[in-house]
């Protein structure tokens, strides 16, 4: 029982960093699983910015969750787009549910995203908006969890070496 305790004591911080890490690593494989179940099923349309609402970012963490990397101050543009799903119907209006920090400009033809019978599902079609924070959210898991587990389970044979020397 006291080694358990003097493992704890001395190793706690890095116990912390391993479960955080596998924490964030787990959450962002779930989310990238079903962003890539999403991608395999919806359809990429041409459309047309009708209009741009432009706000500063609300905070650092918004802006991360959209995938850009906010300077201060920075501006965040939401496109209003008209487009045409694949059952003909015509949508007027759209606003963008993502947050750019890329100026758009009135008449620009752009790529979305959507579910071919859910037009409330259209995203902008880039990289960072699909892909961005998930994968951000991996990478933290793992500058995490990695050395926290090598800290914590060191390699037999690198002690053994050393031993040996």
């Known amino acids: 029982m006291n080694k358990i305790v003097h493992f704890i004591k ?3 911080i890095f116990i912390v960093l391993l479960i955080t890490g596998l924490y964030y690593g787990c959450r962002a494989l779930w989310n990238l699983s079903n962003t890539l179940l999403y991608a395999h099923e919806a359809v990429v349309l041409p459309a047309v ?8 970012f609300e905070s650092f963490n918004e802006a991360l969750r959209y995938g850009n990397l906010p300077w201060d101050g920075d501006i965040s543009y939401r496109p209003i787009l008209r487009f045409t799903m694949p059952a003909g119907i015509v949508i007027r209006a759209y606003t963008a549910p993502d947050l750019d920090n890329s100026d758009y400009s009135a008449g620009e033809q752009v790529e979305i995203i959507t579910h071919p019978h859910d ?3 259209a995203h902008v079609y880039k990289w960072k908006f699909l892909w961005g924070a998930d994968c951000m959210l991996l990478g933290l898991g793992a500058l995490m969890g990695i050395p926290a587990w090598f800290k914590l389970f060191p390699r037999k044979a690198r002690t053994k070496s050393a031993r040996t020397q």
């Open 10 to 12: 001395t190793r706690g």
């Open 49 to 56: 910015v009708v209009d741009v609402r432009q706000r500063p």
């Open 119 to 121: 037009p409330n599902q």
